[in-house]
Each structure stands twice: as C-alpha cells, then as structure tokens.
C-alpha cells in the first residue's frame, strides 16, 4: 500500500525508515507493520476489523498513520476514539505532533469535547441578570465572578481551560445546552465557544473523541437525526481501548432520574432560598406554587421508593447498594400531574415571552421537564421489555442519593443497527479482546457478525522478562481457610522483591482484610503501603508508589487496566483470585438470565470470558516495555485444579510458570 504522502507503510516503519530516522530508540516490529497493513486495507476497502494489539505493539502508530493516508486521499474525516484522557493526551502532545512533523504533508486534528464542556457567553450573561440567587453560597456566587473574569482570558471557552475545578452545580448553569441554544439567532454565535469548536471539526482530517462523546452523539442521531449530532458526518470510525465499546454504549442507551437532577430542575424554576429562577424572573406566581407542590411531592415519590426497595440487603461498598425492580407501576407516579402543570404554565410564560432571549430560556426549561416526566415514567411502568430497571441508593454525601435507572440488557443489536451497519470502516483495537485466542465472545457482545480480525502479539519476550507464579496447596478460594493462606503468601512473595508490587482484589472486603493484616509487617520490613479508598486520591497514591521503588499497592477494580508503571518501580504483580464477577448487580443478573432461558451456558458463554479478559488486564500491567521484568503470582488454586484453568493460561503470553 502507498500512503498519499508517497511512502510506502514499509518505508515509514521499517528499519531506517522515516519513524527510525526521526525517533530515537525507535525498533522495528512486524507485528506493528501488519497491524498498519490491516487497517489501512481496512480503511479502503470499506471493512470492519478488530485488532488485539499486544503491549509493544506500537498500536497508535498503525492506526493514525493509515487513517491519516485515507483522511488526506478521500478528503474523508477519519474519528479517533479513546476511553481515557491519558491515551488522548498521548495521541494529541505525542504521537500526532511526532507525525505532524516528520510526514510529508499538513493534516488537521481536532479535539472535540462534549457540548457541556464549553461556556455559553449567553448563558452566563442571563445567569449574573437574574440567576444569582439560585446559589445556596457564597462559594458559589464568588464562582460566578471568577468565570466572568475568565472569560475574557480563556482561548476555547472549555472547562478544562479552567485554572481550577468549577462546582457542578455552577457551571451547569453556564454550559452551553442544546435545548438553550439560539444558534445563529444569538447575538454571541460569531464568538460562540462551541459553534468555533464545531467550525473546526468540519475541517478536521483527524477527529479525536472520548467514547462518551463518541456514544452521546450516536444516541442523539439514533433518537433524532443526523443533523442533530454532536459531531460532523463521518463514516470512518477507530475504536482504541476497544475493550470499553459496551461499557460505555449501554451506559449512553440507559435511562436514569435522581433526586439530585430533579432537585436541579426545581431551583431553576424557583429558589425559595434566594428567591430566585424563572419564576421569579418572569413575575409568575403560579408557576412558584407549582414547583412548591412539587417539591412535596418529589419528597413523597423518593420516599416511597425507599420504602419499596427498603429492608432488602444491597450489594455495595461505601455506602451504595443496588436492587432490580421486577415489577411495573411499583410506586406511585406522584410526580406526573405536577409536572403536567408546570409544563403547560412554561408554554403560557413561552407564548408571552417579549424576546427571543426569554423564550428559549423558557424552552429550555419546557423540553428539560417533558424530558424528566418522559423518563420516569418509562422507568415505573417497565414499559420496554428489552431494559432492566433497578434502583440505587448511595448515602455517601451529606444527602441520599437515589437514582432509578433503566438500561438495556444487551447493546449488540443497536451497535449492529446504528454503528456498523451505518459506517463504512469501524476498526476496533486494544490489548484485551480476544478470549481463548479468537473474538467470538467479544464480537457477539458487541453485535458484529462480519469483520477482519488480527491477533497482533507483543514483541515483547516474555519466556525472558516474566515468571508466573502458582503456589502449590492453596485452599479454594471459598473456603475458611483461604484468607489466612494468601496473607501468608502476600507477605513471602512482597519479601521476594521488596515491595515494587501490586496486590490486586477483586473486592473491597477481603482487600481491607487482608490490608490489615499484612500492612504492619511490611511497615516493619520497610515497605510503605498503599491501598485504594485511603486518604490518597488514585492519581496521588499512583505517584506515590512510583516515587517509593518499596513500596505495595493494595487496589480492586480500577487498577486492573489503565495503570501504567514502568521499570523497576512494580516488579511484582499478585493477583488474590481469579477476577470472576458475582452477577449481583441487577444488568448482570439480567443478562445471565437471558443467557439460560436461551438455552445456554452462562458460565462458558459470559462469566468465563469475562473473567479471562479481566486477568488479561491485570498481567498485563506488569510488563510495559523491553526491559521490565518480573513475576505474576496468582494465588487462587483454581487456575491448576479446574478444567477451564487452561483458559486462563491459554489467553496470557508465553511466559515460565513455576509451581512451588
């Protein structure tokens, strides 16, 4: 294949080639060769394909390069998509200005961020009118100050521009919306933040999106139309950390109503605090006694719902626990009929508003009330089959959250109906897709039938840089004597290297159980010690334990993927149990159910798989490049004693297994 800078894929990543001539250390790898071959064929010829991209790989390389050939060749908008800020902040500070500078010709790359992230000048204007008393502090009221004086300093208008963290509640109130939004009718458009932003992204040949943003414009577009949506028409699509597609697309499928939303709702309409919102703005009585009467009975609907799921034990840590709801109308809807008032008031104060301005703040406020009423009235009467509904309270803050939701049980068919079959490439990559070496599970979990796949190995010599561990005559897992033992061999394996370890859970219980345990000893040994849900933040405590090369690292869920420690600084990666998921969680347990009523194996078809690719993950933190080196112990016996054992050994590297 010839790029349409003239260069051959081979004269860029081969030895001597342009990347080599450019970029020190830099080593040629055949598995990143093919994987840029893949895609690039990929791009062109119109196809799907899924790429499990092992550690070293060079990943970002094989695929920005053939996108940004077909970007520049088709005058096509190629979107990146990225899970976290760390991979996009490598794309945009690293690899994509690397590019930019040795490739032979321009390209444009944008960053596009959510709708919300950027400042309304509009907004913020009406909001230091009339608005200020919607605030409970002054905190709040000083924010409202420093965002004026901001404005004018601010390049792109966006919250991350923002020297510090805005309070949730204030920058709602100044985010650009689209129910508030005049577009060219406003007399900021020209300077308009947003709409700049948006002029940009129709010129861009590189697209770069987080999935969030990716799944709430393909929402929009589903519920909608394509004018609509957040981004530019596209049909070029590149998926990296692949593994989160479902995650993030059945949480922008799902519905959810709180107390804190409604809460949000209310004030904005009218604050009997600070006397102040719409309904004070606009001199409407009527419209105070509503939002009064629904406070009332926002109360009551919260408190039955408390008491529908009350007495029944949660799963959860801190505070949280989680409940399915099986049954439609299992509150009563309190909440309809006061709504129903406050809506028909808005469209009265809507029709006599004497400007363009008035009337779509009061719009605004209009589709934001149908919206909530729509949606909880779908989650009490359960009216989609296809969705699970559950509840959940969360009594972390100084007030109790609740939040009812309804989420679908399966996403593959709306990806199928609404991603694939819409564009004509969508490449998906990430070093964890692939379960006892094929896609199959991944590709019915996602809804792709027909796709290019390519299983792109690390380069890495693991037989030389890695010792799996399996300690002989550990107790199963579920019994009495399990905890004891894995504390015993914590405490032997951390002596082994001095610390330079995680030791990864899967649940807070038996971590801060085992924390407890061991923590003293190592104190003793000189071996400081770290454990998730402490008075450190995850971004702190990871740059702690980087900084101290004797040091422990206790974490669950968060730390299996995503943790990037390089060197000698983690040497030693323990995992406690294999990480199968207990399918309490309502979705969970829904998607297990479908699994059986259809006649299969949930275990082989969905727990299994899921437990394979979580253990990828956590090996896979511990070898980051050529020269790391270390163990994996994995402490449950499981892994030797049961059949699907294999499996999981079958799905990691190549690596010397001792048994001891």
């Not at 309070?167 to 919306?177: I, L, M, R, T, Y």
């Not at 010599?461 to 199963?476: A, L, S, T």
């Not at 943790?563 to 990666?573: M, T």
Request: charged residues 25%; aromatic residues 8%.
């Amino acid at each position: 294949m010839t790029t349409s800078t003239s260069l051959t894929l081979r004269e860029i990543f081969s030895p001597g080639g342009l990347i080599s001539q450019h970029l020190d250390g830099y080593e040629f790898r055949q598995e990143q060769l093919q994987m840029a071959h893949e895609v690039s064929r990929a791009l062109t010829d119109s196809e799907h394909l899924i790429v499990e991209a092992g550690t070293g790989v060079g990943k970002s390389f094989a695929y920005l390069i053939p996108a940004i050939s077909l970007a520049l060749r088709a005058e096509q908008t190629v979107v990146i998509s990225t899970n976290t800020i760390s991979l996009q902040e490598q794309l945009l500070t690293k690899d994509i200005p690397f590019l930019q500078q040795v490739l032979p010709r321009d390209f444009n790359v944008v960053l596009a961020k959510g709708r919300r992230n950027y400042l309304s000048r509009r907004r913020l204007k009406n909001l230091l009118s009339y608005e200020r008393g919607l605030f409970d502090t002054l905190e709040e009221v000083d924010e409202v100050g420093e965002i004026k004086e901001w404005v004018d300093l601010t390049v792109d208008g966006s919250r991350a521009d923002l020297p510090w963290q805005p309070n949730p509640q204030v920058w709602d109130k100044v985010a650009s919306d689209r129910d508030n939004c005049l577009g060219r009718n406003c007399e900021t458009y020209d300077t308009c933040f947003y709409f700049k932003v948006r002029r940009e992204m129709h010129n861009a040949d590189l697209l770069i999106v987080n999935h969030h943003l990716l799944f709430s414009d393909l929402t929009i577009r589903k519920n909608s139309d394509a004018a609509a949506g957040i981004l530019p028409d596209y049909d070029y699509l590149i998926i990296d950390e692949a593994h989160h597609l479902e995650a993030t697309a059945t949480s922008h499928a799902s519905v959810n109503f709180t107390n804190t939303r409604v809460k949000w709702f209310l004030d904005s309409l009218y604050n009997e605090r600070g006397k102040a919102g719409l309904a004070t703005h606009f001199d409407s009585p009527q419209l105070k006694d509503q939002v009064v009467d629904a406070r009332e009975q926002t109360n009551k609907l919260f408190n039955s719902i408390v008491s529908a799921i009350g007495g029944i034990e949660g799963g959860g840590h801190g505070g949280t626990f989680t409940q399915r709801i099986d049954k439609g109308d299992f509150v009563e809807n309190v909440l309809d009929a006061p709504f129903l008032d406050i809506e028909r008031t808005l469209k009265r104060l809507r029709d006599d508003a004497k400007t363009d301005d008035d009337e779509q703040e009061i719009t605004a406020h209009h589709r934001n009330c149908q919206r909530l009423r729509d949606e909880l009235d779908m989650i009490i009467r359960q009216n989609d089959p296809d969705y699970v509904y559950w509840a959940e309270i969360s009594t972390r803050g100084r007030t109790p959250r609740i939040l009812l939701n309804a989420t679908p049980a399966n996403i593959n068919q709306m990806l199928q109906d609404h991603l694939f079959t819409e564009k004509n490439s969508v490449v998906m990559t990430s070093a964890t897709l692939a379960t006892n070496r094929n896609f199959a599970y991944f590709k019915a979990r996602v809804g792709i039938n027909e796709c290019r796949e390519l299983l792109a190995h690390s380069p890495f010599d693991f037989k030389e840089q890695v010792q799996i561990h399996i300690p002989k005559g550990m107790p199963d897992p579920n019994s009495s004597d399990f905890i004891a033992a894995v504390i015993a061999k914590i405490e032997y394996y951390l002596q082994l290297t001095h610390g330079k370890a995680f030791v990864l859970f899967t649940s807070y219980k038996m971590m801060d159980e085992v924390y407890d345990a061991v923590a003293p000893n190592l104190e003793d040994m000189g071996i400081s010690t770290f454990k998730q849900g402490g008075e450190l933040s995850r971004t702190d405590m990871l740059q702690a334990f980087r900084e101290d090369t004797d040091s422990v690292l206790f974490g669950t869920s968060s730390f299996w993927e995503g943790v990037d420690v390089r060197g000698e600084a983690l040497s030693n990666v323990i995992i406690t149990r294999l990480p199968f998921e207990v399918p309490t969680h309502p979705v969970m347990e829904a998607r297990v159910k479908q699994i059986k009523e259809s006649g299969g194996n949930e275990f082989f078809e969905f727990s299994l798989p899921e437990a394979i690719l979580r253990l990828k993950q956590g090996f896979g933190r511990l070898i980051r490049t050529q020269t790391d080196k270390g163990i994996v112990v994995i402490l449950d016996p499981r892994i030797k004693t049961r059949s699907y054992g294999r499996q999981f050994l079958g799905s990691l590297p190549n690596c010397e297994i001792v048994e001891e």
